[in-house]
T-cell receptor, first 114, second 111 residues
Framework: EAGVAQSPRYKIIEKRQSVAFWCNPI?????LYWYQQILGQGPKLLIQ????????DSQLPKDRFSAERLKGVDSTLKIQPAKLEDSAVYLC????????????FGSGTRLTVV | GENVEQHPSTLSVQEGDSAVIKCTYS??????FPWYKQELGKRPQLIID?????GEKKDQRIAVTLNKTAKHFSLHITETQPEDSAVYFC??????????FGKGNQVVVIP
């Protein structure tokens, strides 16, 4: 099966600019996650979708971050405006069911804010 | 929410020796514990997982043990090889399929 696709792979922007990341999960996976991985740390959950509904966005900085999964398949994560501390790898993951199981991660988007 | 901690942060082992990484978790309701391996610049990849109804699981040179009473679980890698060098993350989930990750352990296998 095809993996989780993410684009772009790399992005460099200036602070206060906007940026968007795209994710296409594994076909049929109902649950989609966005994680932020700062260098030297473990992934931190930003938002979890079940189909096109948000299950958990408690750690999403909603003043600048937004995410959507309108048709329950692809998802976009947006940052507006970006700050220096947003520099990180943004990982998308998907899983097949609501019960506990391993995720499949995408390759991530490495964001550098200068 | 769940808080997962890993120790040690860096582990160096001679090729052929064993490596053990320990994690603790805070939420007694957690029932799923995966381990991920992340090589430099690559995505985290699931290498082994364990559920709360078993105490140990083994897959070739990799094993995971779980102590629910003490709320800790460990990754054991035997006969380490240079390709085992990577960052290893433990995680825990309480059934909502939401994984909380530790900060990671850098394992260095010295040839």
């Amino acid at each position: 099966e095809a993996g989780v696709a993410q684009s772009p792979r790399y992005k460099i922007i200036e602070k206060r600019q906007s940026v968007a990341f795209w994710c296409n999960p594994i076909s049929g996976h109902a649950t989609l996650y966005w994680y932020q991985q700062i260098l030297g740390q473990g992934p931190k959950l930003l938002i979890q979708f079940q189909n096109n509904g948000v299950v958990d966005d408690s750690q999403l900085p909603k003043d600048r971050f937004s995410a959507e999964r309108l048709k329950g398949v692809d998802s976009t994560l947006k940052i507006q405006p970006a700050k220096l501390e947003d520099s990180a790898v943004y990982l998308c993951a998907s899983s097949s069911n609501q019960g506990s199981s391993g995720y499949t991660f995408g390759s991530g988007t490495r964001l550098t804010v200068v | 929410g769940e808080n997962v901690e890993q120790h040690p942060s860096t582990l160096s082992v001679q090729e052929g020796d064993s490596a053990v990484i320990k994690c603790t978790y805070s939420d007694s309701a957690s029932n799923y514990f995966p381990w991920y391996k992340q090589e430099l610049g690559k995505r985290p990849q699931l290498i082994i997982d364990i559920r709360s109804n078993v105490g140990e699981k083994k897959d070739q040179r990799i094993a995971v043990t779980l102590n629910k009473t003490a709320k800790h679980f460990s990754l054991h890698i035997t006969e380490t090889q240079p390709e085992d060098s990577a960052v290893y993350f433990c995680a825990a989930s309480s059934g909502n399929n939401r994984l909380a990750f530790g900060k990671g352990n850098q394992v260095v296998v010295i040839p």
